[in-house]
């Protein structure tokens, strides 16, 4: 290949010396801008030769040309020139300011597009500003609020997650989230984790359908377009750049003080025992009216003294009326945690090329380590990319293209199996703030308590190893002038192996045991070890043809793409660990099982695009694509989707001449398109991480259905052992539609855009509903008698309405200023617009626990939290008295309303006061629950909504003399979000502690508390008693975060010159700088969603998860 | 420049027009479809036939419950507990889990049917077979599902979802039977003697399991119909039907089967492995060395440590006949010490209730293990495994009886008194030697209680004990008979479903049969937390000492009495669910409802 490249290079060179001998005259001249001042080193150049040169500090040039030749002049922010020499000998050249140019060209389905004639709604990212030198882990982080309309949500900080990404909206159909399809250079990629951020030249967002609809179904939520970096002819160069960052926890909760804690547990415990002496704790052993005194006394005496791990008796704990008492104090966050982790980065490149062949070679490390501080080795992230593209231009009509990519990362974290807590398995957070701060997390005889603390201690770090690899060959022919055939194939693999054990490590039960003796937790052990292959097989051909007549532009576009998918997996657990420091499947005694399977489809599309343009004035786009997908049975596979867009271009119209020429308004379109695409509801499977070993990864892996029109038996384990074996059964078939098809995607689409003050302002505004119909949902409504619920069918419909706002500002001043702001805004509101049933059931809270996507009914608004109207805590005086026992029950006075239906089943619990009082909605003389169905919902009412809305992102960014800085703001203008658990609200029972902001509670000395009464029904006890879903706890997860600051410098182009450098760089950044959020000191961090696997169901996790990094680096850029 | 034109739209018109149909067609990799490809042998269709298994015959249940035995069927009159369980639901609800479960059920059978026509099998014989299994699973969902809704809609196709077959109104309870007995006859004459290939005897389907849950659900039905006062004469007649052929396949079983009854009664629910157990004739096995691992709880819950909140009460254990062949009768001062209220009874009692002590709470060594009512249950105690790992709870491990040659003499005896009713058959002495009187002890093949135990005295047709409590509208012989199906079944879970085939659910109403909620009789102990608040009462169940006050009398573990208002004429049948009424009614079809709800 070297000798390849230097071998065309010599050609390159002889040709243009040949060339150069032809010229017969020099012509002198002088750039200027609008303002008559000279502009330094613009190029100019010969048009069709390479002859050319560079401006000089005054501006001007001098050149040998033909006498007929024609000069090109470009400048960066300047719109490019052709002046015909025509035989002169002087030319006093003016170009015209023009920072649109700096994005003139948009890459847009299979092909790119002047940004001026766009139809559709397209937006792109200004990868350089948006990711400059953030140091940031993956693309998709970086993205949030660069785009309107597109929401990136991350479910904690862990590390090596792939954020959730979509697109207007969260849902596209009840099937299928509102993820677009991700492209790297024109082929699909699963996520963007394997993506190397430096590797990226420009990112554009596909939002409609009209846009999107040429790359078929998959693009039926829009399509995020990456092109990567490709070589240049030029000389080659080396870039160069790193990045060191130290993270801290973005956020840690920090407990009440001891005294606070232990007060408040006893006065929660005394509500149902009131003459109890002491109370035990599920992490803590026990506690009464002594502890505080003696965990004081500790205090005193050995307070921030290091006295080692192990604990003494009768000094840090002691054993009173055959109870364990503890008194040695821990911070919990401290304990657990580092306060700082380092993150290295490391990105190298080269590329180059000439005329005909260009190169681009980059490989980059990363490595990320975790805030784990205990576990046996830290957690940690890493990941290695590299790739190589090369492009080269065969003969006159023929030029081939060649890409690889690898990426490889890594994840170590802790067995989850370890971090479960009353049999289910929890968010490490879970487990570590559930434990007060007089939890014995040390040892005694050298056995550790048994507690998380001591259980991560021993435990087993999983490895979770992502490989994906890729690569691309094609061809692009030119036949004739006008005429281009393109031609890809392309193969992409990722697998995806995760290996795990767990086994019990020797702990000692200190609620109950006295005697300290040993117990093995977790019981049982095992060794798990998962993979899976996945091969996407991508062809894709199609030909473009552009065709100029006078004013009438027409370019064409027929092609024809193919994609086959095939996925095997395997999963192996063994039993019966020899020696836990080697858990591997090979070295156990017990009892083991295998499972595998495979699965496969294919998509097939035909696709057609005309773009019509008159004088850049009027612009009409079409196109057509005949989408067929192996996942619908013969007879339905085929659907054809047509789309079409117009945009008019106003300021090119001769009586707008006057206003544009006063360079107010520089540029407006106005834009409309409609267009449907095609959804065969196929949810493309990823692994989770950090699951659940044995279960969350063996069902996901298994339960993907790529077959909805077969009447699948399932094989499953009949519970019915014969031998040694559980007998597997096959289950009677499903049954199905015969004629299931696509779901059809509609989007309408008006947008605007417009340039103000000579371009410096730019403003694009959308308006869309997108409007998926023959939505698959619940099949018709059957008797019982049918044995089975009826299929699903096409039936329903989802509407989404949203609107998208832009805004730019980019000024250079004369003297080297330059600024650039940026802002988006949108919002958008999807509804389910038609569906079988007119109401629906409540759950209440319906975040993602439950009601998300269940639970539906024709007008329900999707993330809408059903919940009760709370009026204030109680007083004495809603009650007309007790029945006088140590643990009353009242009874609500006349006025009152009863809300005994709110109890729920809730042991040891009355309502009384200091408890939470609802509004009695409908006046019917009890607060209840009505029928719990959206048209007999009792006092319950829509108090909020969890989908994120009024979606922002702000961008500051200037540079002066080498220097440049920028801020970078997101936000989520309103989202509330109904959670439990105590980081939100204060516990109920067990010992858990409260947190600094929790201590205002009622009392009979606090009666205007924020909090109610302590007692059984506390945060864990969702759906009952004082905390059912109502307005009073509602979180308000809106929030405004200053996402990144950096600073920069770059050292002037002469000094380094001299040690032959182009470009020397160096930098600080710091991301996750501040958050505003409404939380009033909840800990839970504003971003946060609940959707890890484990989370599901339990809200009580809410919060707990994974802490997000603030991350500060520095690092340096150099090319060369 | 037009030539070109024309090739474009050529090439692009023959891209847009040509389906590839082939590149699409991805079968699946790693699921099969109903189709041929899968009912190609008989591998193929025994893997069909497993789903079966485990959800028809429950045992022991799965790790938490559900299953049929001890507590886990604790409505009955066997049963004590602090709080008295009662009738469900108090009003019919909209929707009914049974009535959903029974149609999801009747469909996979109706599926198996079905098959068996295309289904490939290699021979004639093997497809009978086959079908016979299939068309047994049917018979069984079908008579239960009448055992409990009364008239159903028959279904022996498999149904589309817009058959107008899906609002069919509810069928005679005879002709459904009718179509079971067929199904049943069927499975009976062309299900083989042993599945050569599947297991060992006693985990799979043959014709003993036919023939032996073919006389219970038989039986089950018929004396259903014909104790319910609404039953036309017709129906009479047709249970009668249903009788015989429970007795002739009962009396199939017991003559040919080669069943013997096992020699140690409390062996029979209390064993690791059945396998070799000579009595058991169906049997579903647990195990901690599979995956995944089949565990259950019962055993634990009979653990010396266990706490038994549901128990056996005094009239249960007053039921079992003292060793001369008399009744028990109660009141004496025979009932305050253990000596006289343990001995000389049934050998039976012993096996299935500790008698070495009333488990009275507050009052056994670690205050751990007491019985609410004092009589601890040990019938389901693996004994030389209780400290070993799988006794903890939900990590059981013993296996469960399903059908057992014990209950199939009881379907024969019982239906040989019942067709003595309708006069279409005469009980005889032999009846009682091949039945109870093994079951007591007597004659080859009998039960071997050991050396050195006083067997109850044969029952003869010259020597009926006369029991004072007896029902007047029930004889001598048939009220023996169903004591001796009450003690030998005892907490195996038929009770409920006894009285309910009986007719005799009133047994359920503790006011009327105030020893349905005592237990021991004992001294309270008012030093002792615990014990001081038992609540104590006469044999008439008048309260003598409440929570915290001294007294002596027997224990009344429930405060509050099972009465009249829960024990009502509809919980005879379950209620049809009234959203499916309302279904029927809008599609302009009727579904009725049963009575009382």
Same mark, same amino acid.
């Given at each position: ?189 699963? %996520? ?40 240049? !002819? ?95 104090? !821990?911070?919990? !966050? ?19 090329? $000439? ?6 070679? &980059? ?99 999983? @490895?979770?190893?992502?490989? #994906? ?195 107010? =308004? ?70 199905? &539609? ?35 119909? %023959? ?86 608004? =999707? ?36 809300? $005994? ?152 182009? @002469? ?6 450098? $182009? ?58 | #420049? ?33 189709? @041929? ?40 009159? %066997?049963? &004590? ?217 019962? #055993? ?12 056996? !009460? ?17 009141? &004496? ?154 003690? @030998? ?35 309270? $102990? ?72």
């Amino acid at each position: 290949m070297k000798k390849y490249i230097i071998l065309l290079t010599t050609v390159m060179l002889f040709s243009v010396q040949l060339f150069a001998q032809q010229a017969n005259m020099t012509v002198i001249g002088m750039v200027m801008n609008e303002q008559r001042e000279a502009v330094q080193f613009a190029a100019v150049s010969v048009k069709g030769t390479t002859i050319g040169t560079a401006t000089s500090v005054d501006g001007k040039f001098s050149l040998k040309v033909p006498s007929n030749a024609v000069l090109t002049v470009s400048y960066v922010g300047y719109t490019t020139m052709n002046v015909p020499v025509n035989g002169k000998n002087y030319l006093e050249i003016i170009i015209k300011e023009n920072s649109q140019l700096i994005d003139d060209v948009v890459v847009v389905g299979f092909s790119t597009q002047k940004r001026v004639s766009l139809t559709g709604a397209v937006s792109t990212v200004d990868v350089a500003k948006t990711l400059g030198s953030r140091p940031i882990t993956d693309l998709a982080h970086g993205l949030q609020g660069s785009s309107p309309g597109l929401n990136i949500q991350t479910s904690s900080g862990d590390m090596g997650v792939a954020p959730a990404i979509t697109l207007r909206g969260v849902q596209g159909s009840l099937n299928a989230k509102a993820t677009p399809l991700i492209l790297l250079d024109n082929i699909e990629i699963p %996520d963007m984790m394997s993506v190397n951020p430096n590797d990226i030249a420009s990112i554009s967002v596909l939002k409609d359908a009209a846009s999107s609809s040429i790359y078929g179904t998959k693009g039926a939520w829009g399509v995020i377009l990456l092109t990567s970096k490709k070589g240049s !002819n030029n000389k080659a160069k080396i870039s160069y750049d790193n990045n060191f960052a130290w993270s801290s926890p973005q956020m840690m909760p920090q407990y009440a003080s001891d005294e606070d804690n232990i007060n408040f547990t006893l006065t929660q415990s005394r509500r149902s025992s009131p003459n109890a002496l002491s109370f035990s704790s599920v992490q803590a052993g026990n506690f009464d009216e002594l502890s505080i005194d003696r965990i004081n006394q500790w205090k005193q005496l050995y307070g921030g003294k290091d006295l080692g791990p192990e604990l003494v008796k009768n000094r840090d704990f002691e054993i009173r009326d055959k109870k364990l008492f503890f008194y040695r104090t !821990n911070d919990v !966050n401290d304990m657990f945690m580092t306060k700082l982790s380092p993150q290295q980065s490391h990105n190298i490149n080269i590329s180059g090329g $000439d005329e005909n062949t260009k190169y681009y070679v &980059s490989f980059s490390a990363l490595d990320q380590k975790g805030f784990m501080k205990i576990t046996p080795k830290p957690d940690e992230f890493s990941r290695y990319t590299g790739n190589i593209r090369v492009e080269s231009k065969i003969n006159k009509w023929l030029t081939g293209r060649f890409s690889l990519m690898l990426s490889n990362s890594s994840k170590i974290y802790p067995t989850i199996q370890n971090l479960t807590f009353q049999g289910a398995p929890m968010e490490l957070g879970y487990t570590m703030y559930i434990l007060p701060s007089q939890t014995p997390m040390g040892t005694y005889n050298g056995v550790g308590f048994n507690n998380i603390y001591n259980i991560l201690k021993e435990t087993n770090m999983n @490895e979770l190893e992502n490989q #994906m690899e890729r690569l691309n060959v094609g061809s692009t022919i030119t036949p004739f002038k006008g005429l281009t055939i393109d031609a890809d194939y392309s193969r992409t693999s990722t697998n995806v192996h995760n290996s795990g054990a767990y086994y019990g490590i020797p702990t000692i039960n200190m609620n109950t045991d006295i005697s300290m003796n040993t117990i093995l937790q977790p019981s049982g052990d095992l060794v798990v070890a998962t993979s899976s292959w996945n091969t996407w097989h991508t062809g894709k051909a199609y030909a473009t043809y552009n065709l100029k007549l006078g004013d009438h532009a027409i370019k064409a576009i027929a092609g024809t793409d193919l994609q086959y998918y095939i996925s095997k997996d395997q999963f192996s657990e063994n039993q019966g660990i020899i020696d836990t420091n080697v858990p591997v499947l090979g070295l156990t005694t017990g009892t083991q099982i295998t499972e595998g399977t495979a699965r496969q489809w294919a998509t097939m599309g035909f696709f057609g695009r005309l773009n019509y343009s008159y004088n850049d004035k009027y612009l009409l786009e079409a196109n057509i694509r005949r989408d067929g997908s192996s996942q619908f049975p013969v007879g339905c596979r085929w659907g054809i989707f047509p789309s079409v867009s117009a945009g008019y271009v106003l300021t090119n119209e001769e009586f707008m001449k006057p206003i544009t020429d006063n360079g107010i =308004l520089s540029f407006f379109k106005l834009r409309g398109s409609w267009g449907s695409i095609g959804n065969n509801n196929e949810a493309l499977y990823t692994y989770g991480l950090g699951s659940d070993l044995n279960e969350f990864i063996k069902n996901s892996a298994f339960q993907t259905d790529y077959y909805p029109y077969l009447a699948k038996m399932n094989i499953q384990p009949s519970s019915w052992v014969i031998g040694t074996q559980n007998i597997n059964a096959f289950s009677a078939p499903s049954v199905v &539609s015969p004629e299931l098809s696509w779901e059809t995607v509609t989007t309408w689409d008006f947008g605007a855009d417009a340039k103000f003050l000579k371009n410096s302002i730019g403003v694009e505004f959308d308006l869309f509903s997108r409007i998926t119909s %023959d939505m698959i949902s619940t099949g018709v409504d059957v008797p019982k008698t049918y044995g089975v619920s009826a299929p699903k069918r096409n039936f329903g419909e989802l509407t989404t309405n949203g609107w998208e706002l832009s805004l730019t500002y980019d000024k250079s001043f004369k003297n080297g200023l330059t600024i650039n702001l940026m802002g988006t805004l949108s919002d958008d509101v999807t509804k389910i617009t038609k569906f079988s049933t007119p109401s629906g059931t409540i759950s209440t809270g319906g975040t993602e626990t439950g009601g998300y996507l269940t639970n539906n009914y024709q007008g329900k608004t =999707l993330g809408e939290i059903w919940g009760y109207t709370t009026d204030r805590l109680f007083t004495d005086a809603d009650f007309s008295g007790n029945n006088g026992t140590a643990v009353p029950t009242w009874t609500y006075a006349e006025n009152t309303p009863s809300q $005994d239906a709110l109890i729920n089943g809730l042991s040891n619990f009355h309502y009384g006061p200091g408890d939470v009082k609802f509004k009695n909605l409908n006046g019917d003389g009890e607060i209840s629950p009505g029928n719990s169905m959206t048209d007999d919902c009792g006092d319950l009412k829509v108090i909020g909504n969890s989908a994120p809305h009024y979606l922002y992102g702000f961008r500051a960014s200037a540079s002066f003399k080498g220097v440049d800085c920028s801020l970078y703001f997101q936000g989520v203008g309103a989202r509330d979000y109904w959670a439990t658990g105590s980081s939100v609200v204060i516990p109920g029972g067990g010992g858990e502690p409260i947190f600094a902001n929790q201590t205002d509670y009622w009392t009979p000395e606090n009666l205007n508390a924020l909090y109610p009464r302590p007692g059984s029904s506390g945060g864990q006890t969702s759906n009952k008693g004082n905390f059912v879903p109502q307005t009073r706890y509602l979180m308000d997860m809106a929030y405004t975060r200053l996402k990144n600051v950096t600073l920069g410098y770059t050292i002037p182009g @002469e000094w380094i010159k001299k040690i032959h450098f $182009d470009k020397i760089r160096l930098f600080g950044s710091i991301e996750n700088v501040l958050t505003f959020d409404h939380l009033h000191g909840v800990s839970v961090d504003p971003e946060m969603q609940l959707n890890t696997p484990f989370a599901i169901g339990n809200n009580r996790n809410f919060g707990k998860s994974y802490p997000y990094f603030r991350t500060s680096s520095f690092g340096l850029q150099v090319v060369f | #420049m037009k030539r070109e034109i024309l090739y474009i739209a050529t090439f692009a018109s023959m891209l847009f027009l040509s389906g590839c149909d082939d590149f699409l067609d991805r079968p699946p990799l790693g699921a099969i479809g109903d189709t @041929e490809a899968f009912w190609n042998n008989e591998r193929d269709v025994r893997a069909y036939s497993m789903q079966f298994y485990a959800s028809r015959f429950t045992g022991f249940g799965n790790t938490n419950g559900g299953g049929w035995f001890f507590s886990d069927r604790n409505l009955c009159d %066997d049963f &004590s507990a602090g709080t008295l369980p009662l009738f469900q639901p108090l009003t019919a609800g909209a929707a009914n889990d049974g009535w959903n479960a029974k149609f999801n059920q009747i469909r996979a059978d109706n599926i198996f049917v079905n098959r068996m026509s295309v289904a490939n099998t290699g021979t004639a014989e093997a497809t009978n077979h086959w079908l016979g299994i299939a068309r047994f699973w049917r018979a069984v969902d079908y008579s239960n599902f009448v055992f409990d809704f009364g008239k159903v809609p028959y279904f022996d196709k498999i149904l589309s979802e817009t058959s107008p077959d899906l609002f069919k109104p509810r069928d005679p309870i005879p002709y459904v039977m009718d179509k079971v007995l067929a199904d049943f006859n069927f499975a009976k004459d062309n299900v083989r003697l042993a599945d050569p290939t599947t297991g060992p005897k006693g985990q799979v389907m043959n014709k003993w399991v036919v023939e032996g849950i073919m006389s219970r659900q038989l039986l089950a039905v018929g004396t259903k119909i014909k104790y319910n006062p609404e039953s036309s004469d017709a129906d009479k007649v047709k249970a009668g039907i249903y009788i015989q052929a429970a007795k002739d396949a009962a009396k199939d079983v017991i003559d040919n089967g080669g069943f013997k009854l096992a020699a140690d009664y409390q062996l029979l629910c209390s064993t690791p492995d059945l396998t070799g157990n000579t009595e058991v004739i169906l049997f579903r096995a647990y195990s901690d060395a599979v995956l995944p691992l089949i565990l259950h709880s019962v #055993m634990s819950s009979n653990l010396p440590t266990s706490g038994q909140g549901y128990a056996g !009460n005094k009239d249960l254990l007053d039921s079992y006949l003292k060793t001369d062949g008399t009744v028990y009768v109660a009141g &004496s001062t025979n009932d305050q010490s253990l000596n006289t209220y343990f001995a000389n009874r049934d050998p039976r009692l012993t096996k299935t209730f500790k008698t070495d002590a009333f488990y009275v709470a507050g009052k056994t060594a670690q205050n751990v293990g007491s019985a609410a009512t004092g009589f601890k249950c040990w019938k389901f105690l693996d004994v030389p495994n209780q400290g070993a790992t799988t006794a903890q709870n939900q990590k059981n491990i013993t296996d469960a009886p399903v059908l057992r040659l014990g209950e199939v003499m009881l379907n024969y005896i019982e239906a040989c008194v019942e067709l003595q009713d309708m006069s279409l058959y005469t009980v005889s002495d032999n009846d009682l030697e091949i039945t109870i009187n093994k079951l007591r002890g007597y004659n080859t093949g009998g039960r071997n209680f050991g050396s050195g135990v006083t067997l109850l005295p044969k029952l003869t047709l010259a020597a009926i004990p006369n029991d004072p409590n007896r029902d007047a509208d029930v004889s001598p012989l048939k009220w023996e008979i169903r004591r001796e199906r009450r003690i @030998e079944l005892v907490f195996e879970g038929f009770r409920l479903i006894d009285l309910g085939r009986w007719r005799k659910l009133n047994y359920m109403n503790t006011s009327l049969y105030p020893k349905k909620n005592l237990g021991a009789w004992i001294v309270k $102990d008012m030093t002792n937390t615990t014990n001081k608040n038992i609540q104590v009462a006469n044999l008439n169940g008048t309260v003598i000492a409440g929570a915290n006050v001294a007294g002596t009398g027997y224990i009344q573990p429930s405060i509050v009495p099972r009465a009249a208002d829960n024990v009502i004429d509809r919980y005879y049948l379950d209620y049809i669910p009234t959203q499916e009424i309302v279904r029927y009614q809008e599609a302009g079809y009727t579904l009725d409802q049963n009575p009382g709800w």
